[in-house]
Each structure stands twice: as C-alpha cells, then as structure tokens.
C-alpha cells in the first residue's frame, strides 16, 4: 500500500497518481513530498522529493534498507514527476534519467532511518 505524507503533515493513503501530480505540481521551495510503500516488504520503501529552490530538486530513494539509499538532483519537475509515477507502478527503469549518488553510509548508525 503507498501512503503519500508531505512535510506539512498531510496524508494520503493509496494517492491517485492526478492526486501525486499535484502535489509535486504544488510542491514549493522547502517543500517535502514523501511516498512509502508501507505493510508490502520489511524494511523502508519509499520516494522522497524536496523542492530546494525554484526548480531545483532532490530526490532520495530507499530501497528497503540504509545501504541502500540514494540520492540525485534534477532541475525539471516533469522528470520528477514522471519518476514518481513510474515508482508507483514498479516500472524498474523509473531510476534511468537520473544519476544516482548511494548515501547509505549516512544513515550507518541507525539515526535517520525513517523518512522526512
């Protein structure tokens, strides 16, 4: 089940993908969107994306555990919005337009394991 959370507390569980959209559409400098695959694997599954500044992005992915988190940056909502939705339906090339950093080694000690 995907639950949608953003960083001023709203929540949504199983987000249409128009619902996302706007979301990402709406998201403004500062802004978080996280998106969880909750209750399907152990460990954390999820898609976050942070507005830095006006049309500059980051996203981060984990893909079950710490060692397995990364991050990229991308200046065109559009890409992350198609990844975003290429996430939700599992689509293993969702990950190709971008260059991946793996930031596991940042979250090595257990302290920041949950999602923002």
């Known amino acids: 089940m995907l639950v949608l959370r953003t960083q001023s507390g709203r929540s949504k569980t199983r987000p249409s993908k128009p619902y996302v959209s706007a979301e990402l559409t709406n998201l403004e400098p500062g802004g ?18 942070w507005m830095r500044e006006a049309d500059a992005f980051q996203l981060e992915h984990r893909d079950g555990v710490p060692s397995e988190h990364y991050q990229t940056r991308t200046d065109s909502r559009d890409k992350v919005i198609a ?9 293993p090339a969702w990950r190709d337009p971008f260059s991946w950093d793996n930031i596991g080694s940042w979250f090595a000690d257990g302290q920041a394991d949950a999602p923002a």
């Open 32 to 49: 978080v969107l996280v998106l969880e695959r909750v209750d399907e694997e152990p460990g954390d599954w999820y898609i976050q994306v």
């Open 83 to 91: 990844a975003v939705h290429a996430w939700m339906n599992g689509e």
